[in-house]
Structure formats: structure tokens, C-alpha cells
């Protein structure tokens, strides 16, 4: 009888090596890893991807159509977004030399803003299978339609539209902060769960009463996605919070290793490959 | 006293003096839009009152606009698809080579080529998003799928199919970007960047 296959949970954090969108070697590292897993997203951590890539694509590629060359849309997108987008930002710079656009902003915009959809598209045709929506996102699911022929126009409605907060979410209710006994009552109280970000803005959306819209869901995110994870499901992730947070709701899972890290690997051969978390394997 | 020049006065005005002159310039915009100047002069004879000086100037941009036109971008499109497709087929020669890379290239040339002379289309951003993926496949080592003859037989169709069309649809464009990672190909050209944390530290990571 043949074995079943383990199924993965990826969070967003190791999304680039499961769609095999970044180098080589830390894809075989990542594939490695996982072995012959089924690999499964959530809605949830489909949000997530549209918010940090998909949504800071459109922004650099609006800007883009607005500045005479890159170099003017750089200096605008470094002062607007700071050091975040640092890796989205390389990332146009290298495409555009790549394809010899730097020079054309009107090419140079469309060349990026087409990224937005085929990593979208890419996300859902890696992950087509998907965890139950248990936080009820209503914002994960939603479509990114565009034409060619008005790229740049639908990328900005679609961007418009996302930035606009669901108020009256159910996550409140998946959340249940009042109930002594909920799950993510119980990530508050645990010793190395509590130190975690995502926790701590729990904590103080808690205090406060705070209704949770996706402004306010998007610094909790972490611990949304330990509390969706499904118990027979690994959940794969390179931030390391993660072990604190399944830990705490004794879940499995697997901490890859980050794309530097791998880097290092190569220098130093006697290193190993994915390091499991303790007590998930 | 010698008579003044007569120019562009209409025949049979009594007075001369006070009869307007019209001088008119036609500027026809080249398909290939070079620039071109019109230089002339005239003499306006002494007159005892002043006369009026009309200058009437006129560009006419049909001819250039043809080209930029939604049918001729289409065609275009066909005949270097057309081309491209049989390049793609034609790599069957050097498929076995261990310098495949090098042959590639004018595909790849071919590919950027069109997005050049498309640019301008307003109706070619489905074709152009087709193309950009096919660009794609000729770099980064993604040229090795090419070695594969059903790689080159599906790129061809598909060329062929999609973008000799008389319209390109996004429909189009997605079944495009479906079937080269079906082949094996990573449609999407750029690596995706590590996630950056916004508000919290971990270690640190590098752009892909």
C-alpha cells in the first residue's frame, strides 16, 4: 500500500521557493526539503502574498508610468516605502537592465506591472489546493482581472479596491480574544508565543477592543496563519516566529532555512539541509 | 521705376497696395517621422499703406498615422510571428549543440524587436504580454527546454496560434503563460523577492 503523502502548509515567508520564483539553489534546497509533499496555501496567506508582492509591484509600476526614467522612480520609491521593498525594488532593477527597458518608462511600467499578474497567476496554479478559510478573509479570494490592452489602468483599480478595509470581518469572531478558552487567548498567554510580533499587536488589539479591519489584521498575520493551520497539515516557513507560534498550539512544522542562509551552506559543505523544528518531526 | 514683383496678389484687384499676401506651407510627416525643414523667402514690395501678410502652415500627419494604425500594427504583429515561429522550429539544427545559447539569441533579438515596433499599439498590450512571456524562455538558461523538439513544436504553435490572430485576448495570453510552465518554463521571467518583514527582525535576507 503506498505511503501518503505529507501535506505542506506553506506561509508566506517560503512562497518563493514553492513557486520556484528564486534561485536555483534555494529552489532544489526548498524542494529538498518538502520532498514529495502536497503543497497547499490558505486564503489568508493568499492575502498575504497580494499585499506584500503583488501590491508593491502595482505601486512601483504606477510610479514608473508617472517618472521620466527609473532613476526618478527610484529616489521617489526608496523615500515612500523606506528599506521594505529594498528586494522589489533590485528585483525591477535587475529585470529592467535585463530586457532594456531602464530607459523607457512607458515599456519599463508595463514590464513590471505584467509581473503582478503572472505572479498571482503563478501563485494559483502552485497552490491550487487550499486550507479551509477558517478566519474567513474575505479580501484572499479576490481576482486580479486585467487587459493588455489597459494593464496599467485594471492594475490600479484592483490596487485601489484591495487597500479599501473589510470593517465588519468575521475575523473577530474566529479570533474569539473575549472566550478565556480560545486558541488564540491561549497564544497570549504562552510563555515564547507572547514575545512574537504578531502576538504582541494581539495582545494590544485585545486591550484595547480594537475591531480588527485588514489594517489592523495585516500586523497580526502570523498568528492568523498558526491558528488557520489544520492539525494534520506541516505548516513550512522561513520566519522563525513560527516555532514559537506552532509550538504553542502544538502543531507541526517545518523552519527552512532563508535564501542567505542557503548561500552559506554552499561555503561550508559539512552544513545539512532544512532543519525541523523541535518536536514537529 | 521698375515695376514690384507681383506675389501671390489676386489678378484684377485694383489696389494693389492694400491686396493681402498669402503664402502657404504643407508639412507631410514621413512614416519613419524624420524631421525636415521648409526654409523659403520672399520679398514684400514697398507699399504706401501697410499690407497684410498672411503665413498658413499645415501638418498633415495621415501618412505617418498609418503606421501607428490598429490594422497595420495587427500586421505587423502576423508577419514577425510568423517569422518568429519558424525561427523557433528552425532551432532544431542546433539543438544538440552544446552552445545552444548562442542561437537562441536572435530569438531572443526577434522577440524584443517586436515589443519595440508594438509599443504603440494600444490594442497589442494581450500580444505584448504573449511576447514578453515567449522573450522570457530565451533567458536565464530557460534556452536549454528548447533542445526538447516538443518544446519547439508547442513555442511554434503556439506563436503561430495566438499571436497570428486577428485579436488577442487575455484569455490568449493566460493559456499562453499555462502552457510554457507546462512545458517546464518559469513564465514569469523575474524571480520573486524574499519577503522583507515590516515590523519585525529576523535574519537578515538578500534580494533573490
Known sequence: MSKKKPKFLVETSAIPPALKATTPRYTAYFNEAIADGALYSSLYIRKEFMRRWICDTIRVALVLKQCT?????????????????????????HLLRQTGTINNSEAAAEEVGRLAWQWLKLFDRVFAAKVNNLSKCQIGGRELKVDGNSLLSDLYAFYVEFQKPITDCEVNDFLSLAEAKSKARGLLDHFEAKKC??????DKLSANGTNITCKECGTIGDAIVALEQPNSWCLVHVDKAFNALCGALEK???HIKSLTAVAKIDLNPDSTGSQVASGSE | MARPRKFDVPRGVDDIATAPITKSYFHEIAPDLSAELIEDQFEVPPRAHPVRV???????ATGAKQFRSIPYLASVRRRNADVLSK?????????????????TYPLFSKSKQMLELLEAGEKEGNARLIIRMIRDTFMNGQWENYRRSDTRTVVAALIEGKLIAEDVTIADAGAVFDKLADLGFNPVGAELP???????QEEAQVPC
Open chain 1, 197 to 202: 510580533d504578531s502576538v504582541e499587536n494581539l
Open chain 2, 54 to 60: 498672411r503665413i498658413r502652415s499645415e501638418v498633415i
Open chain 2, 194 to 200: 524574499a519577503m522583507e518583514k515590516d515590523n519585525e
Open chain 2, 87 to 103: 525561427m523557433v522550429l528552425g532551432l532544431h539544427e542546433y539543438a544538440d549543440r552544446p552552445d545552444l545559447a548562442v542561437y
Open chain 1, 252 to 254: 507541526e512544522n517545518k
Open chain 1, 69 to 93: 526614467t527609473w532613476a526618478d522612480a527610484l529616489v521617489i520609491l526608496e523615500q515612500d516605502f523606506g528599506r521594505k521593498p529594498k528586494g522589489t525594488l533590485d528585483v525591477v532593477q
